[in-house]
């Protein structure tokens, strides 16, 4: 991951950290084989809210991204979804994980990945959050999110069972895929059991041989859901350390005008 220094090539900046949203850009770049410099935000300090990244993004979220456009100036970029369709579409000449602009499956492939920025990482992350980092347990929020969440994966599953390749839409892995990834991987954190969708579970495990993916999900740290999922005492200490810093971020940004 070494950033280029060629007045014509890209000058990619990746600011971001180990969450769902965050490696679904580590890994699109790992799987266009772009070259990158990450600059890691500690979400836990709040140092996205600080004055030089709120220039990069201005709603003071991760991840985020700069280059050098076509006219030589940088530009900025933030929204996961965003991202990934500026980078298929200025750096994706193959179709590697994209296709033509419009094609039926170019517009397939944003159907869902609107699914997932609209749907699945919304409804799921207020899944974790009710269950992992809610001061105090409220089961209607827990139940509400949680069967959403597992409503989305059923549809989810049900795509991927008429699958021919195994992947979302047509013959190949793309962004759409990526962006559910790193929230379906970690589907236990919200009280979903993936074993529930064969063919997602399926699925779930062809990403993650994808060399790509297991390349781009370590950034900016070792993504480690899996090891989690298996360890109930490192998942509860890793719930409370969560909660505390989620808790004083609501509370930073309720005293803000």
Same mark, same amino acid.
């Given at each position: ?24 850009? +580590? ?12 600059? %890691? ?47 298929? *579409?200025?750096?994706?000449? *193959?179709?590697?994980? +994209? ?36 001061? *105090? ?88 859901? %899996?090891?989690?999922? %298996? ?19 609501? %509370? ?6």
């Amino acid at each position: 991951m070494a950033s280029s220094t060629s007045t014509s090539g890209p000058d990619i900046h990746l600011y971001t950290t180990q969450t769902p949203n965050g490696i679904k850009i +580590s890994i699109t770049l790992e799987e266009l084989g772009l070259p990158y410099t990450v600059h %890691k935000i500690d979400i836990s300090k709040n140092t996205q809210k600080e004055p030089w990244f709120l220039e990069i993004n201005p709603n003071g979220r991760i991840p985020a991204l700069t280059d050098r456009f076509t006219d030589g100036e940088t530009i900025r970029l933030f929204e996961s979804g965003s991202i990934q369709q500026y980078l298929v *579409e200025r750096y994706d000449t *193959e179709h590697r994980i +994209s296709y033509p602009r419009g094609t039926r499956e170019y517009w397939e492939v944003n159907n869902w990945l609107f699914f997932l920025n609209a749907g699945v990482g919304p409804m799921q992350g207020q899944a974790n959050h009710f269950n992992r980092y809610a001061p *105090e347990r409220i089961e209607y929020g827990v139940n509400r999110y949680v069967n959403e969440t597992r409503r989305l994966y059923g549809v989810l599953n049900t795509q991927l069972e008429k699958s021919t390749s195994g992947y979302l839409v047509g013959d190949r892995c793309t962004i759409a895929d990526i962006a559910h990834w790193g929230w379906v991987t970690g589907a236990f954190w919200s009280g979903v059991n993936i074993d529930e969708f064969p063919a997602l579970k399926a699925w779930d495990e062809r990403m993650l041989q994808r060399p790509g993916v297991e390349k781009g999900r370590h950034v900016p740290d070792p993504h480690r859901m %899996k090891e989690l999922s %298996k360890d109930p005492a490192k998942m509860k200490e890793h719930a409370e350390k969560s909660r505390a810093w989620v808790q004083q971020g609501m %509370k930073a940004d309720a005293t803000k005008k």
